[in-house]
């Protein structure tokens, strides 16, 4: 009861404004509740002047709601059909992961864009845009103005591939398989490669969206090693800050246990598919993980400075713009090597 009362008026206003994201992201789909919801918060926020009640219910939404909502996208994948279908994409999947990655790195060496935002810019764009924002913003204890500014840079090119990737795919002569491959690795988030491969399969009459969405959940897995690795190398960091103090880090505080949960839930699905339990058992929780991405971004909406975002856009907007067409070109290139344009 303690713990509700803390923390009730916080989370109420999070559902607040989650519940209208939500159906505009239905309605506006290439945009997406979570950004609808980020939006709505960062506006909230600069009207409302005594925080304190407010605080420790955002703060739960943003951390413990968010880790909830990643554990439950695992209910979303059936591990036996990417085992048989997204495996034929890991060359593809691997490469673009890689150059994302390295590209973020170097930037953020060349132009001292700051550390973690740099990091989720670079997941964000190589994985699941939000949802792998969403896996590893607690991994390596990013804030929320860290958080909202990766996933407004992600949100920006996923809008921009969403609407010119169908009609790059056409003039590049792509296949309807070959398009389905592009959008599932060269589009950031879930929902904007489900609006590239419909767009593309409304102009040719195909069926491109089925093996983009499989190429996606294949995507998806790589939160697991992302999120495993990085909090070793946080362990490591704090290891070295700790050094001359000669306190312990908290390995177990550090380590992401909701991926455990995660992959737990993965094993679930495809087990209970194997068992013939009809698919649509899960659908409501893979429908409550959206509908809580969406609460928790508003939590970060609302813990976000406007005019600072604004302010220290450009460094990663130019970070996320060149993975973005760095990942582009070498999808387009491991398939014309692999003969799958």
Not at 85 to 90: D, E, I, R, V
């Amino acid at each position: 009861m303690k713990w509700l009362k803390t923390n009730w008026s916080g989370i109420l206003l999070c559902f607040a404004i989650a519940v209208p994201a939500w159906f505009l992201g239905e309605l506006v789909p290439v945009v997406g509740g979570p950004v609808c919801s980020i939006l709505i918060g960062m506006i909230l926020a600069l009207f409302i002047k005594n925080r304190t009640k407010l605080v420790p219910g955002i703060s739960f939404a943003s951390k413990k709601i968010l880790q909830s909502a990643v554990v439950l996208l695992g209910f979303g994948m059936n591990l036996s059909v990417i085992a048989s279908t997204g495996l034929q994409s890991l060359p593809i999947i691997l490469s673009t992961i890689a150059t994302s990655l390295i590209v973020a790195f170097a930037l953020y060496k060349l132009m001292k864009v700051p550390t973690k935002i740099s990091v989720l810019i670079g997941v964000g764009s190589s994985i699941c845009g939000g949802s792998a924002i969403a896996a590893t913003a607690p991994v390596i204890d990013a804030d929320d103005s860290e958080i909202a500014q990766s996933i407004s840079v992600i949100f920006l090119f996923n809008v921009i591939a969403a609407l010119v990737f169908p009609t790059l795919g056409g003039l590049l002569g792509l296949s309807n398989y070959g398009f389905g491959l592009f959008a599932g690795t060269a589009v950031n988030d879930t929902s904007s490669v489900t609006a590239a491969a419909s767009a593309w399969d409304a102009i040719h009459s195909s069926n491109a969206l089925d093996t983009a969405a499989i190429v996606k959940m294949t995507r998806t897995l790589a939160i697991i090693p992302i999120t495993l690795v990085l909090a070793l190398w946080r362990t490591k960091k704090e290891a070295g800050d700790k050094s001359e103090s000669k306190s312990k880090v908290n390995l177990k505080k550090i380590f992401p246990w909701f991926i455990l949960w995660f992959v737990s839930a993965s094993v679930i699905t495809t087990v209970c598919t194997a068992l013939s339990v009809p698919g649509n058992v899960f659908a409501p929780l893979k429908t409550l993980s959206k509908f809580l991405i969406v609460t928790a971004m508003a939590a970060i909406g609302l813990n976000t400075n406007l005019v600072k975002l604004v302010k220290s856009g450009g460094k990663p907007i130019l970070l996320g713009f060149c993975c973005w067409v760095c990942i582009a070109g070498v999808s387009l290139l491991m398939q014309h090597v692999l003969g799958v344009w």
